[in-house]
T-cell receptor
Framework: DGGITQSPKYLFRKEGQNVTLSCEQNLNHDAMYWYRQDPGQGLRLIYYSQIVNDFQKGDIAEGYSVSREKKESFPLTVTSAQKNPTAFYLC????????????FGPGTRLTVL | DAKTTQPTSMDCAEGRAANLPCNHSTISGNEYVYWYRQIHSQGPQYIIHGLKNNETNEMASLIITEDRKSSTLILPHATLRDTAVYYCIVRAALNQAGTALIFGKGTTLSVSS
């Protein structure tokens, strides 16, 4: 089945530790995105990538880092510099950056203790 | 991107039509109206989009006013599985400087039997 996978579904980390969230897609999409969602709020863009080996900061990139070494993979690292990392993280992809529809993964709920 | 205004919540009886309004009074001529929905703890799902003509697909209908300052998403026969947060988003289809969707808080639709 084609789609976007994010793992794990739930993730717990101690304060001060870096953690990497996985996002993989087999849709052959060029563009990929990372969003953050806090309780009762909409989604906010962290980083996006229009093509392999390229990525741009979104609205709330501070404390996060990404890489795009392969077309199908767009991992997000939450660093210790992120002040409030506990949130629901969503990865999405689209055919290209001009596409009408973005396809979302199931999300990873990160809790920092 | 233009801002949108949606009611915080709405209720609908199962089997009836759900009409979800959205105001986007500052929409530009090249900006489309998109609708996504998010079922609890899942990633958002694309529903429909349009520019100025009414649109219909297997999920819903989109009615855009002639002045394009508001629109209505119609779910013709709501079911319990349509309970979700519905997001109205406006953006230019060919946005080269930041291609992500801007999600507000949306409308929480509760469908009951």
């Amino acid at each position: 089945d084609g789609g976007i996978t994010q793992s794990p579904k739930y993730l717990f980390r101690k304060e001060g530790q870096n953690v990497t969230l996985s996002c993989e897609q087999n849709l052959n999409h060029d563009a990929m995105y990372w969003y953050r969602q806090d309780p009762g709020q909409g989604l906010r863009l962290i980083y996006y990538s229009q093509i392999v080996n390229d990525f741009q900061k979104g609205d709330i990139a501070e404390g996060y880092s990404v890489s795009r070494e392969k077309k199908e993979s767009f991992p997000l690292t939450v660093t210790s510099a992120q002040k409030n990392p506990t949130a629901f993280y969503l990865c999405a992809s689209s055919i290209n950056s001009y596409a009408d529809e973005q396809f979302f993964g199931p999300g990873t709920r990160l809790t920092v203790l | 991107d233009a801002k949108t205004t949606q009611p915080t919540s709405m209720d609908c009886a199962e089997g009836r039509a759900a009409n979800l309004p959205c105001n986007h009074s500052t929409i530009s001529g090249n900006e489309y109206v998109y609708w996504y929905r998010q079922i609890h703890s899942q990633g958002p799902q694309y529903i429909i989009h349009g520019l100025k003509n009414n649109e219909t697909n297997e999920m819903a209908s989109l009615i855009i006013t002639e002045d394009r300052k508001s629109s209505t998403l119609i779910l013709p026969h709501a079911t319990l599985r349509d309970t979700a947060v519905y997001y109205c988003i406006v953006r230019a289809a060919l946005n080269q400087a930041g291609t992500a969707l801007i999600f507000g808080k949306g409308t929480t639709l509760s469908v009951s039997s």
